[in-house]
């Protein structure tokens, strides 16, 4: 079993940054892809980047790339999602997830197993 808790989320203005973390606990951390999430008031959830915690390029959506970087502390155990050049759209839950596997594939919420309980990111214009 997997165990994933989110922390980082607040309030920011437009243009600001914050960083999230995803301590990741139980099962394998070597062998997990690890995704970030948010899902905006009234708008399906919507998958931002995946990473491989046993190394690998991460993947980005279109939405994120070029001011979302995911990256990995393996001493402990926590994936982070910094977020720079944040937009009032950014504003949600975000959530990170994980799958037992030996890499990642897409960033369907359907192939994520586990789920944090997520941490509210606001962003004010």
């Known amino acids: 079993q997997v165990h994933l808790m989110e922390s980082g989320g607040g309030s920011v203005q437009a243009g600001g940054s914050l960083r999230l973390a995803c301590l990741v606990s139980?099962?394998?951390?070597?062998?997990?892809?690890v995704a970030w999430f948010r899902q905006a008031p009234g708008k399906q959830r919507e998958g931002l980047t995946n990473?491989?915690?046993?190394?690998?390029?991460?993947y980005y959506a279109t939405s994120v790339k070029g001011r979302f970087t995911v990256s990995l502390d393996n001493f402990k155990n926590t994936v982070y999602l910094q977020m720079n050049d944040l937009k009032s759209e950014d504003t949600g839950m975000y959530y990170c997830?994980?799958?037992?596997?030996?890499?990642?594939?897409?960033?369907?919420?359907?192939?994520?197993?586990?789920w944090g309980q997520g941490t509210q990111v606001t962003v004010s214009s």
């Open positions: 997830a994980a799958m037992v596997a030996y890499g990642c594939s897409g960033l369907g919420d359907y192939e994520y197993n586990f």
């Open positions: 139980g099962g394998n951390y070597g062998s997990s892809c």
């Open positions: 990473i491989f915690t046993g190394g690998s390029t991460p």
